[in-house]
């Protein structure tokens, strides 16, 4: 019987029995619906184990997963380039940040759970819409789960903890200062910086200086103040902005 669903097969599966059988038509209903379960299954296996080993694959389900929100093209770029820039002023080894473009690649993963209808709505949310946007460290925490790869396991922390805050006022968990692991406090500056600078339907986008001093301001609060200003420090040294 095939593994099919919605017209893709992605296997097959072999039914056996000790004693010679007539197979007939209507056996195969409820083999059909085991091969539609274990369809979901095994595919999600196959994504899980192509994320562990082969980094064209994550960008690629980033783009994928950024294709959903039509107003962060480039985002995901954006979101590598600057958490990089932290990262070697840290000096950070190779597979150090290899680690952390893994987390910024895929900081938006739970993104796929949201409703379109809300990731992209026009103009302000409410308050029901927020919570579930806010739900979405959660959902990349469930879809990423089995992945067992130790260097995956790390750069998870820095997909579910970015939204924390330094003062503890973030979500999903309300954790604070250096209870918060270092890549999620990296890609938190980040994101904030990119999300400033970037032009939504209802407003335009900043200048890097004017965003770059809002960053400044909210050091302590929401921003781990170290990182922040590094941050600031080689965006200014370097014009990468």
Excluded at 74 to 96: M, N, P, S, T, W
Excluded at 103 to 109: E, K, M, S, Y
Excluded at 193 to 205: F, V
């Amino acid at each position: 019987m095939p593994l099919k669903y919605q017209g893709e097969t992605f296997g097959i599966v072999d039914v056996y029995h000790s004693e010679k059988l007539d197979f007939r038509k209507i056996d195969a209903g409820p083999l059909i619906a085991l091969g539609s379960c274990l369809y979901g299954a095994v595919k999600k296996e196959v994504i899980i184990k192509s994320l562990q080993e082969r980094d064209d694959i994550i960008e690629a389900f980033a783009r994928t997963i950024e294709a959903a929100d039509r107003y962060t093209g480039g985002h995901v770029d954006r979101v590598c380039k600057y958490a990089l820039i932290i990262g070697q002023a840290l000096g950070f080894d190779k597979g150090e940040l290899r680690l952390l473009k893994r987390a910024a690649l895929l900081h938006d993963i739970g993104k796929i759970g949201i409703p379109y209808s809300v990731l992209n709505k026009e103009g302000p949310l409410t308050a029901d819409e927020w919570d579930i946007i806010k739900r979405h460290p959660v959902i990349a925490q469930e879809i990423l789960r089995p992945v067992t790869d130790a260097s995956f396991t790390r750069a998870l922390e820095g997909i579910v903890y970015n939204h924390e805050r330094i003062d503890g006022k973030g979500y999903p968990f309300g954790i604070k200062g250096e209870d918060i692991p270092l890549p999620a406090r990296i890609i938190a500056i980040v994101d904030t910086y990119d999300a400033l600078t970037s032009d939504r339907p209802y407003r335009k986008g900043m200048d890097s200086e004017k965003a770059l001093e809002i960053l400044r301001e909210n050091c302590g609060t929401q921003l781990d103040a170290t990182l922040a200003e590094l941050f600031i420090e080689k965006m200014r040294e370097t014009g990468s902005h």
